[in-house]
């Protein structure tokens, strides 16, 4: 088996469409690891170029075998991303002790292992969105899946082992390929069937008097972006650490639905509902990406705006499903 990539998570959404591009510029020598359950994420594999799928609970065996002798990256996409998931324990397994257990494998073979944060790791914003690594310690997750990716952060951070490896904190990543994700799929996704079914999209109320109703704001990255970043940090050894994947403009909810409804030809038709008390105290008013270390790191693409990219993902994706 002649394997160049692995990609966990290869069935997801960051994941497929990271295949998707590795396979546009002619790379089909990809492992995709996933556990693909009872779901509908399987339908993300249709149309790819891989060259072997396995269970994420067989990965390891097939790694003691000497499968990353030959691999040159390692794209750790795959995690629970649930922000709603209770059993901690399991979010402890799954996304720091399974990803600490992969990142030392591949530091052992040489390969170059980037993988998945998230901004969820900055908790309610209040100590700001810099991926500086001496801030790092200092933030404080709302929610146990951002804290398992904290952990793994910090384990980086302490061992020196994110001086050879790369993370990616995406921040509120959406486009196609997200639809078997049930409610953590973008409002994007979940505006456009609204639209189809009633006419009009719901919006959280804001229970601060600093923001108004559908004016909180969020750094909407298309998933396109997302993934050109983090294949620049599988190409570009040199460059290590953990950085914000973002646009580093933040956007209101409103502006991000408007541009759903007329991606669809239609009139924005937007009303407001009260945001359910589990949510509130540990929902985020502002998020915005400090782009200060991607950019001194050498990144220079421009980002897509969320006109163009909601337009590019309703026309070409969302709407293609429906006809």
């Known amino acids: 088996m002649s394997i160049k990539y692995i990609v966990t998570g290869g069935a997801g959404f960051i994941g497929s469409n990271m295949v998707k591009e590795l396979n546009a510029r002619g790379e089909d ?7 693909l359950g009872t779901g509908e994420k399987w339908k993300n594999l249709v149309g790819l170029r891989y060259e072997d799928y396995l269970d994420k609970g067989d990965l390891f065996p097939v790694l003691a075998d000497g499968l990353l002798n030959d691999v040159e990256a390692v794209y750790h ?3 629970c991303s649930a922000t709603t998931e209770k059993d901690a324990d399991y979010l402890a397994d799954n996304n720091y002790g399974y990803t600490r257990a992969l990142c030392e494998e591949c530091l052992a073979h040489g390969v170059r292992f980037v993988y998945a944060s998230s901004a969820a790791t900055y908790g309610n914003g209040t100590l700001g969105y ?3 690594d001496e801030k790092t310690p200092k933030y404080t997750p709302l929610n146990m899946y951002g804290y398992s990716k ?12 994110i001086n050879q490896i ?15 994700k049930g409610d953590m799929r973008s409002v994007v996704h979940k505006s456009y069937g609204q639209i189809l079914e009633t006419g009009e999209v719901e919006l959280f109320k804001s ?4 923001y108004k109703d559908g004016e909180q704001v969020r750094d909407f990255v298309y998933v396109k972006d997302a993934v050109n970043e983090t294949l620049w940090f599988g190409e ?21 639905v408007s541009a759903t409804f007329r991606a669809m030809g239609r ?3 937007i009303s407001f509902i009260d945001m359910p008390d589990h949510l509130q105290g540990k929902y985020q008013y502002h998020t915005q990406a400090d782009l200060t270390k991607l950019r001194a790191a050498g990144y220079d693409a421009d980002f897509i705006s969320i006109e163009d990219g909601v337009a590019d993902y309703v026309q070409n994706d969302l709407m293609k499903e429906e006809a």
Do not use: Q
């Open 130 to 132: 810099s991926d500086a």
């Open 267 to 269: 009139e924005p038709n």
């Open 29 to 35: 020598d990809i492992l995709i690891v996933d556990s």
């Open 166 to 180: 790369a993370g990616m904190k995406y921040f509120n990543v959406y486009g196609p390929g997200e639809g078997h």
């Open 150 to 161: 904290h952990m793994f952060d910090l384990w980086a951070l302490k061992s020196g082992a």
């Open 207 to 210: 229970h601060r008097p600093d």
């Open 236 to 256: 570009h050894r040199e460059v290590s650490g953990v950085f914000n994947c973002g646009t580093g403009t933040p956007r209101t909810w409103v502006d991000l």
């Open 77 to 79: 996409l795959g995690a």
